[in-house]
């Protein structure tokens, strides 16, 4: 579907085209709240009278996701001029009690549900009506309920016939309105926008994820990388197979050894100015894990094929930031790729492995293979673009689902400000983080006899042990590790994040971008 927005500064009620969506501010009891509401919309007398009668029949304000359509044709309009919408959709969110990333989250969530009760009709133009007096600018509101209408208008694209015919919903489009009002323009617009990009970038995340393993493979990401590579401000560079035999990054290739694919490390660059500090941000790419000859069981290892969605977070973040374009930070990248597989040159437990910069691991269980393409990827990033803090991104252990199920991504990190940082980030958009402990006696489970380390531990704190598997690699480098195992798909199901790849992250890691370059530009 294709979703536009732009902004409307004519009246409402001249407004002729398909829907007008009214949004009115639930207040503590409807009935004091409502008549100011109202008046604050420019509703006209026949279409209060037409609320009130909803209102009065207990249809309506009285739950977040409630929406109630009108027919101005319908309406008596006794002499006063009629709106000329063809239909009047209504919601009432609650903004009382809320906190700021609440009410952001409840617009939000609004917009998710102007969504799913646009796609059961045809209308393609659209204007928005949005309430008055909440605690932040119509600029902010507005950007939160683009937020919500692109989300919550996605559907995967996926391989069924009557999805890709003439009628489908891939074939339709939307085109948003916002009302002016009183707001700004020209920040009103760069709102929108922003909010659009953000969202876009979010889409492809979730593409990328939804797609099947055989149609987004380590090459897909190279050549993706490849395409961001030629926009402005954004930089380039693929590693393949021979260079990373040349670099020695023995555990991505041996993670690759039982694949018929081949594997890729896409880094792509995006400078803004030197004074600024650089953000080193790494995505598993794992595009599919069987286990490899640790093998995973059969029933469910379908949904392996998101292994890869941190890697799908790290490149819509690039491709946001080439069109936000904002400066304060540079950023790089990385995206390690690879399937795990257990092909005839697979790598066995007990192998032995050396990381890019020399660090040996005994390879004792094959499936814990995000930890060792993550490990060759932070050296290298480290060691070649010398940044001033590391986040990685990753579904890296099926002990994050069963620590804090789908609801809170595991945040992991060695310095408080950062971490700071991206918990504050994950709450204004919505996708909450939660820490967990790090330390030197979790780190003990990982001790090898034969090696410098050991790629598992026992099955207690596993979400930890990898997290400080990934911490030999950043010395004293502010790092931090997001583990996604639980959210990056069956996230909690909201309006705008529907079942499969939910994308998670990208808008976190952008909020977190946006609000540090403003801090450094301060
Ligand atoms: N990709 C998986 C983690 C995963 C599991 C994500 C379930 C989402 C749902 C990862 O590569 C993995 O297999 N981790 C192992 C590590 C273990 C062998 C130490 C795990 O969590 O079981
Ligand atoms: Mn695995
Ligand atoms: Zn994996």
């Known amino acids: 579907m294709k979703v536009s927005f732009q902004v409307y500064e004519g009246e409402p009620k ?27 919309c420019l509703l006209s007398p ?28 319908l309406l008596d309009w006794q002499g006063e001029k009629p709106y000329l919408a063809k239909r009047i959709l209504l919601l009432a969110p609650a903004t009382e009690d809320a906190g700021r990333n609440e009410l952001r989250e409840r617009l939000r969530l609004c917009g998710g549900t102007i969504a799913s009760q646009l796609r059961q ?115 380039t560079t693929i590693l393949g197979k021979a260079e990373m035999q040349e670099l020695g990054m ?7 050894q039982g694949s018929a694919q081949p594997p890729s490390l896409s880094i792509i660059e995006y400078r803004s100015a030197k004074k600024y500090p650089t953000v080193l941000l790494v995505g598993k790419g794992l595009t599919f894990d069987s286990g490899g000859i640790s093998a995973k069981p059969a029933a469910g290892m379908e949904e392996m094929k998101f292994d890869m969605c941190g890697g799908a977070a790290v490149m819509a973040v690039m491709q946001a930031l080439a069109e936000l374009g904002f400066g304060g930070v540079n950023v790089v990248g990385m995206v390690p790729a690879t ?25 004792v269980n094959t499936d814990a293979e995000g930890r060792l393409i993550l490990g060759d990827a932070i050296a290298y990033g480290i060691a070649t673009y010398a ?34 940082r991206l918990l504050q980030a994950g709450e204004e958009a919505g996708e909450p983080l939660w820490r967990l402990p790090l330390g030197p006696a979790y780190r003990k489970q990982l001790e090898s006899t034969v090696a410098d380390i050991k790629n598992a531990g026992d099955r207690s704190g596993g979400t930890i042990t990898a997290a400080c598997y990934l911490q030999e690699f950043v010395g004293e480098t502010p790092w931090a590790h997001l583990d996604i195992a639980g959210t990056a798909w069956n996230f909690t199901e909201k309006s705008y994040v529907p079942k499969g790849a939910s994308g998670t992250g990208v808008r976190t890691l ?13």
């Open 121 to 235: 009709l045809r209308g393609e133009d659209i204007l928005l009506l949005w309430p008055q007096g909440l605690p932040f600018s119509d600029v902010e509101t507005a950007g939160q309920l683009v937020q919500g209408l692109a989300l919550g208008s996605y559907t995967f694209q996926g391989y069924k016939k009557e999805q890709n015919g003439t009628d489908s919903e891939a074939g339709q489009s939307r085109r948003y309105a916002f009302f002016s009002g009183d707001a700004p323009l020209k920040e009103l617009r760069k709102a929108i926008k922003q909010a659009q990009v953000s969202a876009q970038a979010v889409l492809s995340a979730r593409d990328m994820g939804n797609q099947p393993a055989n149609r987004w493979t380590p090459a897909d990401f190279a050549d993706y990388a490849e395409k961001l590579g030629t926009k402005k401000k954004l930089k």
């Open 387 to 420: 940044p001033d803090v590391v986040i990685d991104i990753a579904t890296l252990t099926g002990a994050a689902v069963v620590g804090l199920g789908h609801h809170y991504t595991c945040l992991l990190a060695n310095d408080d400000e950062l971490a700071q």
């Open 14 to 40: 001249s407004f002729s085209g398909d829907v007008l969506v009214v949004i009115v501010q639930q207040e503590q009891g409807p009935e004091q709240g409502l008549e100011q509401c109202l008046e604050q």
């Open 250 to 256: 023995e555990a991505i290739l041996a993670v690759n």
């Open 510 to 522: 952008l909020c977190a971008l946006a609000n540090w370059s403003k801090s450094e530009r301060n």
């Open 339 to 363: 399937e795990n597989l257990s092909g005839s040159a697979a790598i066995k437990p007990g192998d032995v492995v050396r990381h890019f910069g020399g660090l040996h691991s005994e390879v």
């Open 46 to 73: 026949a279409l209060k009278g037409a609320v009130s009668h909803v209102r009065d029949c207990g249809d309506f304000l009285n739950k977040a996701d409630q929406s109630v359509w009108l027919y101005p044709a």
